[in-house]
Every structure is written in C-alpha cells, then in structure tokens.
C-alpha cells in the first residue's frame, strides 16, 4: 500500500540510537507504569508517556479483546461528539491496525489523506484531526495485547530510526504493564466471585442452622445487619465489616453438635445440661479456625456469651478484653432473642427488651454500646 512502512522497510536501528534524554524518558515512563495496577492508569500514563518520550501530538490505545478493539486511553481527550462505534469494534475495521499487529512491526502512516483508508479509520482520523499516524503493536511473550497508536495533528512527520528503537522500547514496558494490570483485574474479579460464592455458601450454613429452630428464623439476618452497621458507627475499619457480617451469620453455628434435647428443651436447663450448651463457642471456634477464609470471623461465635463484668463463658473475659464485635453482636442477639417467641416464653415488647439491656449496662454489656444501640432504635423507630 503506497505511503506506508512497517518495520522491515524502514531505518534500522539498535539501542545504540536511543540517545540518555531518550533512557531518562523511558525510565520516567516506566518508574511510572510500575505504580500502578489499576488499567485505566496504566494505559492514560503510557499514552501520556509516548507523546512525551516521541515528541508526538496525539496517542491512543486499543485493546485486543478476540475479533474486537477497545478503545483504552486517549490523549488529548476525545472530543465531546466523538462516535461511540469506535470505541469499540471489530479489528477488521481497522485494517493498518491489523497489519501492524500481524507484522508484530511498527507501521508509520506519512500522510492519512494519501493512503486508502477504511471508514472507520477515517472517521477516527477526521475526529482527531490527524495527519501522520504510527501504529505500534503492543507484544507480551509473543502475543499482541493492543496497538499503540500515535499522531501528528496537521503537520506531516518524518520518522526516524530513533522513532523505531524508542517505540520498541516504549511498547515493550507499555505491552508487560497492560499484562500485568489485566492479570491483577482478573485476579481480582476471581476473588470477589469466589469470596461472593463463599458468603453465600455462609447463608446457606446460616438459614440450615436456624432451620433446626423453626422460633429463630430470620433472627441471625437481622442480627447480622444490624451488627454490621453498628461495629462501622463504633470504630470497627471498613475492611473488617465482612468478618463482622460472617461472624454474626455463624454466631451459634456451634450448636449444631448440642443435642436436640438440650437445644430444643421447652424449659430450663439444669446445671448439667448448661454444662454442655456453654460447650458450643468452642465447638465453633474448632470448625472455624481450621477455615482460613472464616478464620478472622471467629471472635463473634466465640464471645459473644462473654459478660463486661466477667461472669461470662467460655473465657471469662471481662470489659474491653472482650472483643469490640463481640461486644456489639452480644447486645443485638439478646435484644432479638427477647423480642422473639419461644417455646419457654412469649416474645418480650420492645420496651421490655430495651428496659432490660438499659439495665444491664456495665454489667452484662458495654455501657458505650449499650448506648449506641439505644440511640440506633430511637432512631430507627423515630422516638
């Protein structure tokens, strides 16, 4: 095709013709591309970075994604009306492009308005106004990832064997860096999926253990909620919210080992049978501290029965020994239990249940959590 070269054709050099100013602009790309995992900023530094180190105008990435191009960064910024068909479209639109990727060379355009060019291309080419254009393949252990395209705006330019080597150069650190963030994008997206799986997995555990007690259904979702919203507003770190939430979805997964007759049993418990009720934290801290996912998630189902003033099992820990979710989960299971039927008694009114937990402030719970959750439920009823 006349007017355009590609690698083979064109000045050859080695590193040798990259000039220190040209070492010292690639090592200021690079030091900046290795900030950064994030794929936007990776492609936004590395287009801002080729203008930079080639004295270019205009430069844009296009992400491979099977038969289609994405559109990843530009600089300067698209133009209000640019068309979004060329954001994103097939690699057969944009045939010089195509022809760069497969050379796995750079391909330089001298002068857009002497070359055929297809429509897409000079749509993108009118929207820019560009005038030279250099298409860089973006390579990673032989796979093309993207096109690194840059572009005069007016002029016509001229390019040299230097324009080859630091290109080269430039695509390599762009191409690994583009690699990278897209594996740790991936990575990521893995993550959450399965962490998503896993929680859901809890909810199920969950709603099984409450189904053993048809009196709780619906208690530990509450709980878990509300415990979640109140550990954030009494200093628990935003990263630990989800091991609140887990907790508290888990918080009697220990009495699955306690038999049906002491779990169920519509009276008192004697000495004995309490002996092995207050047995279930540890059997929870047994299953889940041998999970690592849940291993941070244990502090709720292990505590949550211990006391402020120490009286409690299965530790005897006592005031801010007791960990802060603990404290927390302790005042909304009680409240709930109370404000819930069963077998051995009617549900308690909610003035009742709070009467109670205003009482055993200092005592039973936390007097500061006592008081954030009695603040909570005059706001949340409005009174």
Known sequence: ?????????????????????????????????AETLDIHRVMQIAVEGAIEVLGLESAAIYLCDGDDV??????????PDFPDAYRRAKRVNYPHLMRANEAAEPLF???VTQVELSSAERGVMTA?????LLFVPLVSQGSTVGTLILGTSGRMYEYTADNVALSRALSALIA???????????????????????????????????MRD???????????????????????????????????????IGKMVIPDAILHKPGPLTDEEWVVMREHPKYAKDLLSRIEFLSRAVDIPYYHHERWDGTGYPEGLAGEDIPLSARVFSVIDVYDALTSDRPYRPAWTRAQALAYIREQAGVQFDPAVVE????????????
Not at 16 to 29: N, W
Not at 128 to 132: A, E, F
């Open 109 to 111: 355009v001298p002068d």
């Open 128 to 132: 820019r106004g560009l005038r030279s």
């Open 176 to 210: 690994v860096s583009v690699v990278n963030a897209r594996l740790f994008e991936e990575a990521q997206r893995a993550a959450a999926e399965l962490i998503c799986a896993y929680d859901s997995t809890l909810e199920g555990w969950s709603f099984a253990l409450e």
């Open 372 to 383: 954030a959750f009695l603040t909570r439920m005059d706001d949340a009823h409005g009174s």
């Open 1 to 33: 095709m006349d007017g355009v070269h590609k690698g083979t054709g064109m000045p050859q050099n080695t590193l040798k013709d990259i000039t220190r100013t040209d070492l010292a602009a690639l090592v200021k790309v690079s030091l900046a591309l």
């Open 70 to 79: 994405t559109l990843g960064a530009t600089t300067p910024a698209l133009p």
């Open 214 to 252: 048809a009196d709780t259904l619906g208690h530990t979702e509450r709980s878990a909620l509300l415990a979640v919203e109140m550990a954030a507003s009494l200093g628990v770190p935003h990263r630990d919210l989800p091991q609140v939430r887990r907790g508290a979805l888990l918080h009697d």
